[in-house]
């Protein structure tokens, strides 16, 4: 508790306020609302997830955020200046990885240096540092096409460390890697945060790496995109894979999973929520 | 080799992904599956000679034989004439190639960057793409005349259009993610354009070239219809006027094998430039 008391006291760093996104709708001039009138602040140094259905706007929200789509009405401020487009301090991971083909690992990541502007003599070595943040090293001059989805994933963050952003946007970034390499990124990108400390907007499918990895869980819903509700982790900071078994970790799942059910149904099944929390109750004996 | 070999030696630690066994065995078959290949191809053109011969004997009027070809190849070059006429023709779809590639790359950049221009070409590029450059013969000697400007233009202009309209759709294509990475790493005008846009342009302007190059040789024969009096294509055409069917069929071969040549050496140079991209 004390912990979150603190946090409290953290200053804002993302501020999104009645945030509405409108699409045109190919062909005829329509418009159709992917975000309605949404409001979600992010305290600086803070680790939001972002779950929700399929099309809730949850990657709509986080591009918002990078500048990367424009708002209809409200607005994004992030440290106080409103968003009007991309900018250094916010750095994008994309589930895609999005790594330069024709640039090698070393070279991905020292695009990003010579954006920032770091002396071409500094560079390598500067690369190097960033690479072993995320445990990555020996690859410097792969290229990618030759790299796995762990690796490439971990290049992308090196690059998007490397821009020395103060917000990190991740969308859905080991949502195409198999169980376990998914688990060792996880475990490298807490690590990476430990060791340089960033805001993050993080959207996921999975409800245990949402949990795993954040201070918060938001949870979104769609028709239309909005946030439903949210969700404080009350976990350790120095999280480890074993806390994934711990008995809060599990009744926090269940009761999120639940009330992602309920969004995704859409109706309010209150007979299978009563028989989840007596399940959820009977595990927690088990493991007691 | 050595990269990849550090790169399986660390991926062995790290994210599971190939498994090294899997993958040593992998490039075994790759391996083997090459010599296969390889060998497709002498046999791929071994057989053609072999249906050639047969087809020679079962339609001898038609067909020239093997042995009337080689024998036709033997007195063109030991006469000179075949070597001037190939020569001839690699210059014309030569420059016709370069300066076709040269004026179509820009072009198909601009045509992606400024939306009122292609609403104001496009129309253009689907007329002209679909009037055979022989049509045009008439039209390039008003404007040209009969010296060599005229035979390069109508290779240029198949070659320019080929390599505009590859171009131009493998630009639009270029992974919209790509462009979004570098604008978020603060990436934006020209240096989005040279150091992504570009790069990422850079197979299909391979494909363009490719492909120019193989419109500028299927032109060829068109282009020497103007008052040639050498070059591959107007020895066909004067070939067949004395029905010389040796001849003919020896300019047929000879334009295939050198655009199978330009062809292979274009794609050698694209497996060096862009050995990052699955080059087919
Ligand atoms: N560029 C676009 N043009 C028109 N409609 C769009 C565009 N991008 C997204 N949409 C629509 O907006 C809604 C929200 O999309 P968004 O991609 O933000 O959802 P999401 O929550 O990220 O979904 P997913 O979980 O599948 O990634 C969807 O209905 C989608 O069809
Ligand atoms: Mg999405």
Redesign the interface.
Known sequence: MGSVDRQLLEPTKIEISDLVVKYETPGNGDTQAALSKTTLNVRDGEFVAIVGPSGCGKTTLLNCV???VRASSGFVRVDGKIVGG???D???V?Q?Y??????SVIENVI??LE??GVPRTERANEARRYLDLV?????E???????????KQ?VAIA?AYA?EPSVLLMDEPFGA??V??KE??QVALLRALQLNPRTVLFVTHDVEEAIFLSDRVVIMGANPGRIVSETPVELQKDRVVEDKLSEEFIALKSQISQELRVIETGKYESEAVRKNNVISQVKKMELN | MSNTEKFLEVNRNQDSVPNTKITKQHNFRARGFAVIYRSMFIVSLLSGIVIWAALSVLLPKDVASPVSVSQALGTLMTNGTLPIDIAYSVVRVAVGFTVGLVLAIPVAFALNAVRGLRNLLDPWIQFFRVIPPIALIPLVIVFFGIGETAKVSVIFFAVFLTVLITTYQGIRMIDATLIRAARVLGTSGWRLFAKVIVPAAVPSIFTGARLGIASGWTTLVAAELIAASHGLGFMITQASQYFDLPAIYLGIITIGVIGFIFDRLLLRVERRMISWADVG
């Open positions: 990078a500048g990367l991309p900018g250094r916010r750095g994008v994309f895609q999005a790594l330069f083909p024709w640039l695009f990003s954006m920032r445990g990555l090293s020996g690859v001059d792969v290229m990618p096409k030759a790299l796995s989805g762990g690796m971990r690059r821009a890697l198999d376990q390499a060792r990124l």
